[in-house]
């Protein structure tokens, strides 16, 4: 079982950076991709990208290209979502998921996930 908790969160302008980490304070990273989602309100779910277990592969979804990056630290099982260049529309609850096996955008496959953080950026 891994317990996921994600901080970093707060109000940000917009141009400005932030960065997120997620920590597992129970269980460990061991062999699991990552995922980081986000949701605004009233809106469903959205990916945000993900990490292989080793770091070499990552994906984006189109909103963030370019302007998030996603590493993550195995020594420290902690996660990390870089956002630079933020704008109104970034503004969500942030979320960290894992899954014990494979890579993909489809939150329904993650198994494990923190309670969120919100990010608001102003205009």
């Known amino acids: 079982q891994v317990q996921l908790v994600e901080s970093g969160g707060g109000l940000v302008q917009a141009g400005g950076s932030l960065t997120l980490s997620c920590t597992a304070s129970?269980?460990?990273?061991?062999?699991?991709?990552m995922g980081w989602f986000r949701q605004a309100p009233g809106k469903v779910r959205e990916f945000v990208g993900y990490?292989?277990?080793?770091?070499?592969?990552?994906y984006y979804a189109n909103s963030v290209k370019g302007r998030f990056t996603i590493s993550r630290d195995n020594a420290k099982n902690t996660l990390y979502l870089q956002m630079n260049s933020l704008t109104p529309e970034d503004t969500a609850v942030y979320y960290c998921?894992?899954?014990?096996?494979?890579?993909?955008?489809?939150?329904?496959?993650?198994?494990?996930w923190g309670q969120g953080t919100q990010v608001t950026v102003s205009s």
């Open positions: 998921a894992a899954r014990r096996s494979g890579l993909g955008s489809a939150a329904s496959e993650y198994e494990y």
């Open positions: 129970r269980g460990t990273f061991s062999n699991t991709g």
């Open positions: 990490i292989s277990w080793t770091g070499s592969l990552t």
